[in-house]
């Protein structure tokens, strides 16, 4: 049987493995930061409706600019932004793929703060960028000393903040993206995935845009519109740069069903959302019972929480599993992630860990 060493693969990506997210299906899924709460009936009604209507004409191909999604996108987000400012895709990471496309490639370079998304250097890899990292602040912080500092020292054609931070809930300051861009020509992204688990009133890199061509901010409809399984990325940005993203996308790239089903969720956005406080609510009450219990949590912004002290995280890992949860280990030493779920989950998931905690 023929191995991945047999096969004429770039050499530059030889050696290296493909996104690795555990998939068991068990009792509570607490490990790759999805919305644990289910879409609500009168928006699943909706979204039935508007994709029957779509397989009407599924034979033909789809809006290959899909203006109306990215008209409610604008809606949504606001802050001045049309359907020129904004840009879809399937998921975030083919968003990011789009990014490095366009900016990145061979002799190019991409710069990024560990420890953060997984999926960064993965898709530098497949682009042929080459991945740079810079350290981060105590507790995972970036100042913005630090931001320019790395961005002047590296000179990289593309800079990443996932902001707030996965796996770590923290958030990025305006201040150093700021600080990050007036230290580059290059491309600056914002990765916001996260940003509606902030504390209301937090102000978001939109904010940012007017006057900064080069600034990229991304959203994703998977984490608080509970839409992992429809796959809708997108991001904000000058239009010029939609342009440049144009260049790259496959045609067609949004299937008509995606088209119709995202336009169908943003329809209902209130409803949507209110899930959002409840998962607040439940991370929050996560960080305080973990330091309770001996563990050493982190303030987090997103909807998950990272927490250190622990001294074997493969087996609290695998006893945790062996009970139906599943949660994260993210490769940082003595060091664990669990998704916020809802209040149920949350419950079984502190009053099983309990016992394993520090003595």
Same mark, same amino acid.
């Given at each position: 049987?023929?191995?991945?060493?047999?096969?004429?693969?770039?050499?530059?990506?030889?050696?290296?493995?493909?996104?690795?997210?555990?998939?068991?299906?068990?009792?509570?899924?607490? !490990?790759?930061?999805?919305?644990?709460?289910?879409?609500?009936?009168?928006?699943?009604?909706?979204?039935?409706?508007? %994709?029957?209507?779509?397989?009407? *004409?599924? !034979?033909?191909?789809?809006?290959?600019?899909?203006?109306?999604?990215?008209?409610?996108?604008?809606?949504?987000?606001?802050?001045?932004?049309?359907?020129?400012?904004?840009?879809?895709?399937?998921?975030?990471?083919?968003?990011?793929?789009?990014?490095?496309?366009?900016?990145?490639?061979?002799?190019?370079?991409?710069?990024?703060?560990?420890? %953060?998304? *997984?999926?960064?250097?993965?898709?530098?890899?497949?682009?042929?960028?080459?991945?740079?990292?810079?350290?981060?602040?105590?507790?995972?912080?970036?100042?913005?000393?630090?931001?320019?500092?790395?961005?002047?020292?590296?000179?990289?054609?593309?800079?990443?903040?996932?902001?707030?931070?996965?796996? %770590?809930?923290?958030?990025? *300051?305006?201040?150093?993206?700021?600080?990050?861009?007036?230290?580059?020509?290059?491309?600056?992204?914002?990765?916001?995935?996260?940003?509606?688990?902030?504390?209301?009133?937090?102000?978001?890199?939109?904010?940012?845009?007017?006057?900064?061509?080069?600034?990229?901010?991304?959203?994703?409809? *998977?984490?608080?519109?509970?839409?992992?399984?429809?796959?809708?990325?997108?991001?904000?940005?000058?239009?010029?740069?939609?342009?440049?993203?144009?260049?790259?996308?496959?045609?067609?790239?949004?299937?008509?069903?995606?088209?119709?089903?995202?336009?169908?969720?943003?329809?209902?956005?209130?409803?949507?959302?209110?899930?959002?406080?409840?998962?607040?609510?439940?991370?929050?009450?996560?960080?305080?019972?973990?330091?309770?219990?001996?563990? %050493?949590?982190?303030?987090?912004?997103? !909807?998950?929480?990272?927490?250190?002290?622990?001294?074997?995280?493969?087996?609290?890992?695998?006893?945790?599993?062996?009970?139906?949860?599943?949660?994260?280990?993210?490769?940082?030493?003595?060091?664990?992630?669990?998704?916020?779920?809802?209040?149920?989950?949350?419950?079984?998931?502190?009053?099983?860990?309990?016992?394993?905690?520090?003595?």
């Amino acid at each position: 049987m023929t191995s991945l060493d047999d096969l004429p693969i770039r050499d530059d990506l030889r050696g290296k493995k493909p996104y690795g997210a555990p998939q068991a299906h068990v009792r509570i899924e607490l !490990n790759v930061n999805e919305n644990t709460h289910p879409v609500p009936d009168v928006v699943i009604a909706d979204i039935l409706g508007r %994709t029957e209507k779509a397989l009407r *004409s599924i !034979n033909r191909y789809p809006d290959r600019e899909f203006v109306g999604l990215r008209s409610a996108l604008a809606e949504y987000l606001g802050h001045g932004l049309s359907a020129a400012n904004v840009w879809a895709a399937n998921g975030s990471n083919e968003v990011i793929q789009h990014i490095l496309q366009a900016f990145g490639g061979p002799g190019r370079s991409v710069l990024g703060f560990p420890p %953060t998304y *997984s999926m960064y250097p993965l898709l530098a890899a497949g682009t042929g960028t080459t991945w740079i990292t810079a350290a981060r602040d105590a507790d995972f912080v970036i100042s913005p000393e630090t931001a320019a500092r790395a961005v002047a020292d590296a000179q990289p054609d593309l800079t990443f903040f996932c902001a707030p931070n996965n796996p %770590t809930g923290t958030p990025v *300051s305006l201040d150093a993206i700021v600080a990050a861009y007036e230290q580059t020509d290059g491309i600056v992204v914002v990765d916001e995935a996260y940003v509606e688990f902030a504390p209301a009133g937090t102000p978001s890199a939109l904010t940012l845009l007017e006057g900064r061509p080069r600034l990229l901010v991304s959203r994703t409809m *998977s984490k608080a519109f509970a839409f992992a399984g429809a796959r809708v990325g997108y991001l904000a940005a000058d239009p010029a740069v939609i342009d440049a993203l144009r260049l790259v996308r496959l045609p067609y790239h949004l299937s008509a069903l995606t088209q119709a089903a995202a336009e169908g969720a943003l329809a209902h956005t209130e409803l949507m959302l209110a899930m959002v406080d409840d998962i607040r609510t439940q991370r929050d009450r996560i960080v305080v019972q973990l330091a309770r219990l001996g563990f %050493t949590p982190y303030p987090s912004e997103a !909807n998950f929480v990272l927490f250190g002290n622990v001294a074997d995280p493969h087996a609290i890992f695998e006893q945790l599993l062996a009970e139906g949860i599943i949660i994260r280990d993210v490769g940082i030493p003595n060091h664990l992630r669990v998704t916020a779920g809802t209040e149920s989950e949350t419950s079984e998931f502190l009053a099983r860990i309990a016992p394993l905690a520090p003595r």
